[in-house]
């Protein structure tokens, strides 16, 4: 386990002691999985970040170190609100120069994190290493992905809750087509296209599975 997967796991789940001879991602998923018994949305995410990140740096050929690190530690310090972009970027230059990480990478790391804030922009950003963060981060809250990570989420605050409610609180999410138009990198905007298109027709297709409007009377024809 790297050391920063393993302070993105100590930040952000209730698990204390992932650690041990086993430190494969199988392993580790396999330690969360017997330790939490709720939904943990921002280990979700980030470890979703992470995937998303490194595999647009390999198709960018960017640098994958700086990329990884920044995708661990980019929500960090997710419980400073607004400010979690700038706190995160303090906190990676803190932390990664007691590691072994390049010391001569770890301003690109902190600079990356310092990028990610928010969910569009009016201006690109122009550092390779801040666009895959900011894609892959913004990638993670469309389609599918966002489906379930934003129902589960609802669902493990334990409040009352119906299948209709959820359809009714997805309509509320009008930022998603600008923070399409805010990706970077080609690859990443065909995805979020995708995405979009895949996000509403799940919502749509329950909305149709809730009404009965499937049941077709013609079938009895
Ligand atoms: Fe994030």
Do not use: C
Not at 143 to 152: E, K, N, P
């Amino acid at each position: 386990m790297s050391a920063m997967q393993n302070a993105a796991e100590t930040e952000m789940t209730e698990h204390d002691t992932v650690s041990g001879p086993d430190s494969s991602a199988a392993g580790m998923s396999a330690a969360i999985s017997r330790k939490s018994l709720g939904y943990n949305y921002r280990w979700e995410h980030v470890t979703s970040v992470v995937t998303l990140a490194l595999k647009l740096a390999h198709i960018l050929k960017a640098d994958e170190e700086v990329v990884e690190a920044a995708a661990w530690l980019h929500d960090i310090t997710k419980e400073d609100g607004e400010e979690h972009a700038n706190t995160g970027a303090e906190f990676a230059g803190d932390f990664l120069v007691e590691t072994d990480f390049p010391q001569e990478k770890i301003e690109q790391v902190a600079q990356a994190i310092a990028d990610h804030k928010g969910l569009w922009r009016e201006s690109p950003l122009t550092n390779l290493s801040s666009m895959i963060l900011w894609d892959a981060d913004k990638l993670s809250k469309l389609g599918l992905t966002a489906v379930i990570h934003w129902t589960s989420m609802l669902l493990a605050r334990q409040e009352p809750l119906t299948a209709a409610g959820l359809v009714e609180l997805k309509q509320n999410l009008d930022w998603q087509q600008k923070t399409v138009k805010s990706l970077h990198a080609r690859p990443a905007q065909d995805a979020a296209k995708q995405r979009l298109i895949a996000y509403e027709l799940f919502w749509t297709n329950l909305e149709i599975e809730l009404s009965g409007a499937d049941i077709l009377s013609k079938s009895l024809d």
